[in-house]
């Protein structure tokens, strides 16, 4: 299942973190606010119940979202670190986890994971969060390392921009995940999307010394 999101919020904000001259302080508030309005998107989507509280006055009528007790948030290293504390903050109570997966640079963009540190994930929503999906190969290494550790109830793919590609490669491997992105950008260049954002995790941290 894939979910383009046209929120203008989020719209708006994409538009902000594309600028070249971004700040790294006010791209990373950018990705965090992206991140917690996509959550909302998802979490309209969870099931509700209708409760009764008590007012100061009287009774009341309302609905509580059901399930976010059951929450795993797991972050791809590093890139994906201030999206996922906008995501942290509308799941308040959901459990965290990182990956770390090492992505050749050159085709066919090869993914190999390095590093995993994940929570119990069985019956559990996941929530993978990754800036971009772009040729589709860390987001399958990924899926592939989580599902070796459990069965999750759902699988989710909260990216800001995402190729057809990505996606299809996704999905034709592992058909249970949704997906919600923001925006659908079908260049690749040296396994970058076009235009897209850049190198999330460089523009954020500062590119590392190899």
Same mark, same amino acid.
């Given at each position: 299942?894939?979910? @383009? ?6 719209? *708006? ?9 971004? !700040? ?14 996509? /959550? %909302? ?11 009764? #509280? ?8 309302? @609905?509580?979202?059901? !399930?976010?007790? *059951? #929450?795993?948030? @797991? ?39 390095? %590093? ?13 969060? *990754? ?30 921009? /995402?190729? !057809? ?6 999905? !034709? ?18 396994? %970058?999307? #076009? ?13 590392? #010394? *190899?």
């Amino acid at each position: 299942m894939l979910k @383009i999101l046209k929120n203008i919020v989020l719209q *708006d904000r994409l538009t902000r973190i594309r600028n070249k001259n971004i !700040e790294n302080r006010d791209f990373k508030d950018g990705m965090l606010e992206m991140g917690r309005y996509i /959550a %909302y998107e998802f979490q309209s989507t969870m099931n509700i119940e209708e409760v009764t #509280v008590e007012t100061p006055m009287s009774s009341a009528k309302g @609905i509580q979202i059901r !399930e976010t007790d *059951d #929450v795993v948030v @797991i972050a791809i290293l590093r890139a994906a670190l201030p999206m996922a504390d906008g995501v942290m903050s509308v799941f308040k109570q959901a459990s965290f986890g990182v990956l770390g997966v090492w992505r050749e640079s050159v085709p066919p963009y090869q993914a190999e994971l390095g %590093y995993i540190k994940i929570p119990e994930i069985e019956n559990k929503t996941v929530l993978i969060v *990754d800036p971009m999906l772009a040729t589709g190969n860390t987001m399958t290494t990924t899926i592939q390392a989580i599902l070796q550790r459990g069965s999750p109830q759902r699988i989710v793919l909260l990216n800001i921009i /995402a190729t !057809e590609e990505g996606v299809e490669k996704v999905l !034709e491997k592992h058909s249970q995940v949704e997906i919600y992105t923001c925006s659908i950008e079908n260049k690749l260049q040296n396994g %970058y999307i #076009v235009p897209g954002l850049g190198d999330a995790g460089n523009i954020a941290f500062g590119k590392p #010394v *190899d």
